[in-house]
T-cell receptor, first 114, second 110 residues
Framework: EAGVAQSPRYKIIEKRQSVAFWCNPI?????LYWYQQILGQGPKLLIQ????????DSQLPKDRFSAERLKGVDSTLKIQPAKLEDSAVYLC????????????FGPGTRLLVL | KNEVEQSPQNLTAQEGEFITINCSYS?????LHWLQQHPGGGIVSLFM???GKKKHGRLIATINIQEKHSSLHITASHPRDSAVYIC????????????FGKGTHLIIQP
């Protein structure tokens, strides 16, 4: 089966600019996660969707980050405006309905904010 | 909130050595994941376990629920095993999602 797809793979922007990332989960997976991984650290959950509803966005900096999963399939994560500290790898993962199920990760989008 | 600690942070070993990476967590969990991350960012799920031991090829993962501790072992290590290994704990209710350790950077030298 096809894996989790993400684009772009790399993005370089200047601070205060906007950026958007796209994720296409594995077909049929109800749950979709966005993680932020800063260099040298483990991933941090930003937002979790179940179908097109938000389950957990407690660690999403809502003043600048937004995410949506229209129709419960693809998802986009946006940063507006970006700050230097947003430089990180943004990982998308998908899984089944049960949170105990394995999560399948995409290749990630590496963001550099200058 | 669960705290997940991994050790060692960095490990360099010679090809063929037996590798052990440790993970401890502070709060009871429903499951623990071991993940492998190669340069470039891609993450692969290796194991998800809630008790006992799992084996896949040269990889073995064990968990001791009472001691809140898990280990990942690699037998007959190979340079292609070089990667960052991350453990992630899923808390009991699942509502908090995964809490990740910082990862162990493993280098296997030929």
């Amino acid at each position: 089966e096809a894996g989790v797809a993400q684009s772009p793979r790399y993005k370089i922007i200047e601070k205060r600019q906007s950026v958007a990332f796209w994720c296409n989960p594995i077909s049929g997976h109800a749950t979709l996660y966005w993680y932020q991984q800063i260099l040298g650290q483990g991933p941090k959950l930003l937002i979790q969707f179940q179908n097109n509803g938000v389950v957990d966005d407690s660690q999403l900096p809502k003043d600048r980050f937004s995410a949506e999963r229209l129709k419960g399939v693809d998802s986009t994560l946006k940063i507006q405006p970006a700050k230097l500290e947003d430089s990180a790898v943004y990982l998308c993962a998908s899984g089944g309905v049960l949170v105990q199920e394995t999560q399948y990760f995409g290749p990630g989008t590496r963001l550099l904010v200058l | 909130k669960n705290e997940v600690e991994q050790s060692p942070q960095n490990l360099t070993a010679q090809e063929g050595e037996f590798i052990t990476i440790n993970c401890s967590y502070s709060v009871g969990i429903s499951a623990l994941h071991w993940l492998q991350q190669h340069p470039g960012g891609g993450i692969v799920s290796l194991f998800m376990l809630s008790s006992g031991k799992k084996k896949h090829g040269r990889l073995i993962a064990t968990i001791n629920i009472q001691e809140k501790h898990s280990s990942l072992h690699i037998t007959a290590s190979h340079p292609r095993d070089s990667a960052v290994y991350i453990c992630a704990a899923l808390s009991g209710g699942g509502a908090d999602g995964l809490t990740f350790g910082k990862g162990t950077h493993l280098i296997i030298q030929p």
